[in-house]
C-alpha cells in the first residue's frame, strides 16, 4: 500500500499524517488538495458509476483546520459505508462516526489548547451538527497565517464590493441560514459564501 505521509505532512501535523494515510488506503478513497473555494473547506462525494469515494480538501487551510476538515469528511465517508444515503448528512450518525475518528488526535495531543476546548464543545452541542459550527472554525482561523487586508465576509456590511485572492469581484447580499448570497459583479451570477470566507474589501 503507497504511504501518503510524506505528502499529507505539508498540509497536517506529521504526527497524524500515518493515520490519514492509512484511511486513505482503507477506503481506496481518492485524496485531493484542491484551490481555495470560498463556499466550502473540504467535500465528500460518494461512489458513482464505478467510481471511488472522493474527499477534496482546500490547499490553503492552516494544518489544524485541514486535518479538523479531513477528518470530517471521513466521517461523511464512513457514514455513507454503513447507511448509504438513507440519514441525514449532518445527523447522529455522521456525529458519532465524527467522535470516534477524531479521538486518535486528540489521543496524540496535536491539537492546542483552545481548539481541543472548541472541539470538545463541537461534539457535545447538537445543535453543532453541521460543518459550519462558526465557534470552532473561529479558533481554528487563529492559526491562519496573518494577512493584514484579509477580513471575513461576515465582517462587511451588506451591499459591500469585495475581491477574492484570485481578484473576482463580488457584492455581499443577505445572509440565508447559515451563508451568504454574493454577487459576482462580472456574471451577475450568485454565490453562497461561508461567513468566515476571507475576502478582501475594495475601498469606495
Not at 503507497?2 to 493515520?19: G, M, N, V
Amino acid at each position: 500500500m503507497p504511504d501518503f505521509s510524506k505528502q499529507l505532512s505539508k498540509y497536517i501535523p506529521a504526527e497524524a499524517a500515518p493515520i490519514i494515510s492509512q484511511w486513505i488506503n482503507d477506503s481506496a478513497c481518492r485524496f485531493k488538495v484542491t484551490k481555495s473555494r470560498a463556499s466550502k473547506l473540504g467535500d465528500y462525494r460518494a461512489p458513482f458509476r464505478g467510481s471511488s469515494h472522493q474527499i477534496t480538501v482546500n490547499y490553503d487551510l492552516n494544518p489544524y483546520a485541514f486535518l479538523m476538515t479531513t477528518v470530517h469528511e471521513f466521517a461523511h465517508l464512513k457514514t455513507y459505508q454503513e447507511y448509504k444515503n438513507r440519514v441525514k448528512p449532518h445527523g447522529e450518525e455522521w456525529k458519532n462516526n465524527f467522535k470516534s475518528l477524531i479521538q486518535p488526535f486528540l489521543k496524540l495531543n496535536i491539537f492546542p489548547a483552545d481548539v481541543v476546548i472548541a472541539i470538545n464543545n463541537y461534539m457535545n452541542n447538537p445543535a453543532a451538527s453541521s460543518c459550519t459550527d462558526l465557534n470552532l472554525y473561529r479558533v481554528l482561523k487563529q492559526y491562519d497565517k496573518k494577512v493584514s487586508e484579509l477580513i471575513h465576509v461576515e465582517e462587511l456590511p451588506e451591499q459591500s464590493i469585495f475581491q477574492m485572492k484570485n481578484g473576482r469581484t463580488f457584492q455581499k447580499l443577505e445572509k440565508l441560514r447559515k451563508r451568504y448570497k454574493c454577487l459576482e459583479i462580472s456574471t451577475q451570477k450568485i454565490y453562497l459564501f461561508h461567513p468566515i470566507a476571507e475576502v478582501i474589501p475594495v475601498k469606495d
